[in-house]
């Protein structure tokens, strides 16, 4: 046994010890998935095998694409059509055959279709045997029945409150809100919620035929009239004389006279509610939206069950308690609980004996999941808001539960979010996988995972078209010979760089009294005209204080707001975070920052029809040129007619999308590509047009590394393609939905954007992880752009895992010294030399020296 860096102790791997002949591998022949080269290659079986290779260079394409999603193929095979139905299929991978292929079982980062009732409980099972517990076990109010599990569940109707359906949140709308401008008569506007132009009108000449005096104040208008105007569910139909005014209108209906049309009425509440559940346009959304607020429901105090359930306590709380506690205190009150148990000596054995084996299970479960360094989440924390790392360790602690064994588990970075210490706990839970006689294909970047490999599988040379080659098969020690490996040049002969020595500060960012989560008025201060990397462990509260709090506290010191996303619908809406409130302030250093960019990892775009081409802009510039061929101006085509959101140029068929929905009556919907346009999502007129011997979905379908030799003598278009290239994402299509790009491009695609805007200096760049997903040698090129930003007068702050990262920067400031309540403090910060000495920061033995 050896130690590992940082204390931890994990297994030594014998090199060449691994089988791989035709009994003990799985064997691949012509894998031709997206951009593989008709590869063939060997794979051993029970060992762990990680897929290396610069981004976009085809591991996933082999791992998943190719290894997995013939797996499951085979698999649906046997099941019935009725049951294939309802499991999400990935495409029939392009291979010529595969032998030797275990049951594949995939770990990956994407969320799937979030949902706001899905928690950490739920994915974990955890929650199932709480709901037993308290059933079984729990201390009953006097004369109340026994429950069964059920009644715990907020996704049942036995369990749910009734006042917000088990969701604990319950939408709301004020006056406030609806009538911001009280001074105002209902003609003059007064009700901001009401719909603009006609609509606005109409309702307003309703009230007048319904007898009410819209020239007045609002606020001299009784309450009562105030209140149903804005809140009743009531709908009257009346009629209504647009010319008339408020007497004319009251002596018209009472003769009966003929009206101009009949109007129905609807509250404030009413059409906010009607209308964000039931439009389809975004901008309406937005607009409907700012009128609603989610609070917590007053009836179940955000528990989500009835108050019956929330009667019955154990360990001196109710369900809903102990699923706010971190799995670390849970941990710690079930064992005293069941160590209680299994001493007293009661007439209620019985009981006993249920507390000690529900929660034996239940903490064999925690323990799996605080070994993964995940112990700071709570069980009631929903999915949606995890980070697609946490989610797939989630999953991954509980394959370890279920002790499968002859499956093959395919993982896609499993590091991801990982600090180094906890890494350490990864690898000891992978090996635990392999004990138990399964193989891991494990997709990865992070260096300790590749060293910890049986087997390397390095694919390249590099992106997109360049890449799609097995550049290296076999032990970890056979690549160090070879040459023409990224990954080779970083493990075994990385650059002697000159140690450069860090920038000094310009001025600082002081923050005083930040309470933020686990942040408990903390005073730091953020060196400006440098580079700082935030450190620390998952949860210790890193992205409370950079992505979150000093983000929130500079926007409102400029006197600006944080953008937020339209919600798409009620569970969207539902889905935001409760508002957690930011506290502290900003004491010095203001003056010298004029703008703030805030690159996060959140889609780009939640539709296919957001993609990395609309995103950076450079769509505009190409439809211009599109625009000014001599055949579209011959026709009158403007810049519009190229655009595949707008009716006059895209196909009619599939309106623009490329693909349609094929329902099949056993089987589940597919899609294909639209019969109409072949999938080029324009009408054929539209494509009759070309720029350079190119239709627009011909350039469309470019790379940005194609696309900047084609439109070389474009400079409005050079500049944003370059931008993509700085960052590595040279190998993305221009039209790449947004939809399929990770949490680590689309942060890259938001950063690309800001690279192609004139640097002015004065600007504070906050990013969150950005090398999440990205080989060593495509940091090398992030870190390369990050610095012309300081070079050029501006600040950069990230969170960061990555020691490369960390270690280049000129100043490192290291939260802790644990996560959720034993973190939030600074453990460390000075340049990385000075961290690095640090006797209590966790992060200290990992930085590179």
């Not at 059509?81 to 309802?86: N, S, T």
């Not at 686990?518 to 935030?534: A, D, K, R, Y």
């Not at 600007?763 to 390369?784: A, I, K, N, W």
């Not at 280049?808 to 030399?833: K, R």
Request: glycine share 8%; net charge neutral.
């Amino acid at each position: 046994m050896s130690k590992a860096k940082g204390g931890s102790t994990i297994t030594p791997k014998k090199v060449n010890s691994v089988p791989c002949d035709a009994e003990h591998c799985v064997q691949v022949r012509g894998a031709r998935v997206h951009n593989l080269k008709n590869i063939n290659i060997d794979l051993p079986r029970n060992a762990l095998v990680v897929f290396t290779g610069i981004s976009g260079s085809g591991k996933s394409s082999l791992a998943f694409g190719t290894l997995f999603a013939e797996s499951q193929r085979r698999y649906l095979d046997s099941v019935s059509p009725f049951a294939r139905r309802l499991i999400d299929q990935v495409d029939e991978p392009d291979v010529d055959s595969i032998d030797g292929l275990p049951p594949a079982v995939a770990l990956q980062q994407q969320r799937g279709t979030p949902s706001v009732r899905s928690s950490v409980g739920s994915v974990t099972t955890i929650s199932n045997a709480l709901r037993m517990l308290y059933s079984r076990a729990g201390q009953y109010p006097q004369g109340q029945k026994i429950l069964y599990a059920d009644s715990f569940s907020a996704n049942t109707p036995e369990g749910a409150c009734p006042k917000c359906h088990g969701i604990g949140r319950v939408f709301e709308v004020t006056e406030k809100m609806l009538v911001p401008d009280d001074t105002k008569t209902i003609r003059e506007g007064a009700i901001a919620a009401w719909p603009p132009a006609w609509q606005g009108k109409n309702l307003s000449r309703i009230l007048v035929s319904l007898g009410h005096d819209i020239d007045k104040p609002w606020k001299m208008l009784p309450k009562k009239t105030r209140d149903w105007i804005l809140f009743t569910e009531e709908t009257p139909t009346v009629p209504v004389y647009p010319e008339y005014d408020f007497a004319q209108t009251l002596e018209a209906i009472d003769k009966g006279e003929k009206p101009h049309y009949m109007g129905t009425f609807a509250s404030a509440k009413h059409f906010i509610m009607h209308s964000f559940a039931t439009t389809q346009s975004l901008r309406t959304k937005k607009r409907v939206s700012q009128f609603m607020y989610i609070s917590e429901c007053p009836d179940c105090k955000g528990k989500k069950l009835k108050r019956e359930s929330l009667r019955v306590k154990f360990a001196g709380l109710d369900i809903g308690e102990l699923s706010r506690l971190t799995l670390n205190e849970l941990a710690k009150r079930l064992r005293d609980a069941g160590n209680k148990a299994s001493t007293k000596s009661d007439p209620h054995q019985e009981k006993n004996i249920v507390v000690q084996r529900i929660t034996r299970d239940i903490l064999v479960r925690v323990e799996a999941l605080t070994t993964l360094g995940l112990g700071y989440l709570s069980l009631e924390r929903s999915t949606p808001t995890l980070s697609g790392g946490e989610l797939q360790r989630l999953r991954l602690a509980t394959q370890i539960r279920s002790q499968l064994f002859g499956v093959v588990y395919v993982l896609d970075e499993p590091s991801a979010g990982l600090h180094p210490a906890d890494t350490q706990s990864l690898l000891g839970a992978l090996d635990e996988l392999i004990r138990a006689g399964n193989s891991l294909f494990v997709v990865e970047h992070d260096v300790s995972v590749i060293q910890h490999a049986d087997w390397i599988v390095d694919i390249g040379p590099n992106a997109g078209s360049h890449g799609g080659e097995v550049i290296y098969n076999g032990p970890l020690e056979g690549l160090r010979a070879v040459k023409g490996s990224h990954t080779s040049h970083h493990l075994f002969s990385p650059l002697a760089s000159a140690k450069q020595l860090p920038r000094k500060p310009t001025a600082w960012l002081k923050l005083e009294g930040v309470e933020r989560n686990n942040l408990q008025g903390l005073n730091i201060e953020f060196p400006l005209g440098v580079m700082s990397t935030v450190t620390g462990i998952s949860g210790s509260g890193k992205s409370s204080l950079v992505s979150q709090a000093l983000v929130e506290l500079v926007y409102d010191a400029l006197g600006q707001k944080k953008t937020v996303e339209v919600p798409s619908d009620e569970t969207a809406l539902l889905e935001r975070e409760l508002e957690t409130s930011t506290s502290g302030q900003i004491v010095a250093g203001m003056e010298l920052v004029r703008r703030l960019v805030s690159v996060d990892q959140k889609p780009i775009g939640r539709t296919p029809r957001s993609n990395l081409a609309t995103y950076t802009g450079l769509f505009d510039h190409v439809r211009k040129l599109f625009a000014s061929t001599r055949k579209s101006k011959a026709r009158g085509y403007d810049a519009g007619r190229f655009s595949f959101n707008v009716a006059k140029g895209r196909c009619s068929n599939c309106e623009g999308v490329g693909f349609v929905s094929v329902e099949l009556l056993f089987l589940p919907s597919v899609y294909s590509p639209c019969s109409v346009c072949r999938g080029q999502r324009y009408n054929d007129k539209t494509l009759e047009v070309t720029y350079r011997d190119k239709n627009i979905a011909e350039v469309l379908a470019l790379t940005v590394e194609t696309a900047r030799e084609f439109f070389e003598n474009e400079p409005s278009v050079v500049r944003a393609l370059d931008a993509l290239l700085q960052v590595g994402l040279g190998y993305l299509r221009l039209g790449q939905p947004a939809t399929e790009l990770s949490g680590g491009e689309a942060q890259r695609v938001k950063l690309a954007t800001e690279l192609q805007r004139s640097q002015r200096g004065d600007t504070l760049y906050v990013l969150d992880e950005p090398t999440t997903g990205l080989h060593q040698e495509d940091v090398s090129m992030l870190m390369l752009q990050l610095n012309g930003l300081v070079d050029s007068g501006n600040t950069v702050i990230m969170v960061e895992h990555d020691m490369q990262v960390a270690s280049s920067s000129d100043w490192v400031i290291d939260i802790g010294p644990g996560a959720g309540d034993e973190g939030g403090l600074v453990v460390a910060q000075g340049p990385p030399a000075q961290v690095a000495k640090s006797k209590t920061s966790l992060t200290a033995p990992f930085m590179l020296s």
